[in-house]
Structures are given as C-alpha cells and as structure tokens.
C-alpha cells in the first residue's frame, strides 16, 4: 500500500455541486493531515489542516477517520474558481518528521 | 506571511552544466526541504535539513546535493545537470508541528 494515496481524477463536477476527495495513508502512527490546493504550474498552498474533530471553513470540510485511514475534503456549493488540483498530506513523527504527500487529484468545475 | 523566495522561476541549462537552485525563507524556520514534482509522479522529496548545517536524503537524491549554510538559505544543487532533471523544483520550509509553506518553483529545462 502507497504511503499517501488518492484519486487522480479528473473529478468534472458542475458548477453549484457538491464534491468529496478521500485519501488514504498507510501508517497508523501519522500525527498531522492536511489539504493543499494547487493551481496549473504554481506552487501548493495550504488550503486546511484535518483535526481529530474535524474542521469546516466556509464552504469547505474536511475530516479524519483514524479507524479507517483516511482523510476527506469536501466542497459544497462549488464555484468555477474550485478548478484545482487538491494534494492531501500526512506528517509521520516517526519518518524524521517529514510530511508525505499524495499526487493529487484534479477537480474540474464546470459551467 | 510566511515568504519562501526560490531565485528564479525558469531556468534552461545545458547537459553536464553545474547548476544551483537557491531558497530562502523569512520565518526563522528550522526545517527545509527540496522537491520535484513530475506529471503522474506527484511531489518526490529529494533532500531535507532540520539545522544549520545538517542534511538528510529524501527518496531521490541521486545526482543532487545541498548545502545550508545558513539558517534561512536551503540550496541544491545538481553536480551535472541531465535531461531527467527536467522538472519544476519546489522548495518548502516549516517549523516543527506546523504546516509546510512552498516557494514558487523553478521550472528547470536541460537541454
């Protein structure tokens, strides 16, 4: 099993709609989860971390399940501007503390 | 805002040419790190430093090595550059328990 895995996508999802992402990781002893967003030849910005609770901002979600393994991001009321590539990232203290990330999926919003 | 700066966004070099990627962060962060991210490859970590000094193999540090000679300046550099290193580098920096913030990236052709 990959140690950060996701969909690749494309996910075509029209405009308005509701969209979910999961990604899986490998080692159960991972401490930190996050969601990057990156635009065509830019660089990943942080778009949330994933808390234990969970953690909502605007119209994005994003949550945990440890039993599981997986993260999840879900975007509601999609705008155009949603057109990105979404990388998931898991930060393992026992690795040297280094945060893996997945390859990303990509989202198309379409009008 | 975190600022990591990388100096230059596009760079063309000749095969067997030396070739330096610099970064610099403004955040006092300990820790840095160097990737390359390749369509369908994802971001790969090449190499990382957690001090002054200190360095550490990524995944793929085959043909590339680094210096940080000072705290906030992470450079790698590629001894002899190949046409496989043609990819988009991206430098990231962190702190302990936080996220990672990236540079812009340079875009390396090697013709």
């Keep these: ?111 | 805002d975190v600022k990591v700066t990388q100096s230059s966004r596009y760079l063309v070099k000749r095969t067997g040419e030396k070739v330096f990627l610099e970064c610099v962060q403004d955040m006092d962060h300990e820790n840095m790190f160097w990737y390359r991210q390749d369509p369908g490859l994802g971001l790969r970590l090449i190499y990382f430093s957690y001090d002054v000094k200190m360095k550490e193999k990524g995944d793929i540090p085959e043909g590339y090595s680094v210096s940080r000679e000072k705290k906030e300046r992470f450079s790698l550099i590629l001894e002899s550059a190949s046409t496989n290193q043609t990819s988009m580098y991206l430098c990231a920096s962190r702190d302990r328990n936080t996220e990672a913030f990236f540079g812009q990236g340079t875009r390396l052709t090697v013709v």
Excluded at chain 1, 78 to 100: M, Q
Aim: hydrophobic letters at 30%; one cysteine or more; proline letters at 5%.
């Design chain 1, 1 to 111: 099993r990959k140690e950060v895995e996701q969909d690749p996508g494309p996910f075509n999802v029209p405009e308005g709609a509701t969209v979910a992402f999961n990604c899986t990781y490998s080692n159960s002893a991972s401490q930190s989860f996050f969601w990057y967003r990156q635009d065509c030849r830019k660089e990943p910005k942080l778009l949330m971390s994933v808390y234990s609770s969970g953690n909502e901002d605007g119209r994005f979600t994003a949550q945990l399940n440890r039993a599981s393994q997986y993260i999840s991001l879900l975007i509601r009321d999609s705008k155009l501007s949603d057109s990105a590539t979404y990388l998931c990232a898991v930060r393992d203290e026992n690795r040297d503390d280094k945060i893996i990330f997945g390859k990303g999926t990509r989202l198309h919003i379409l009008p």
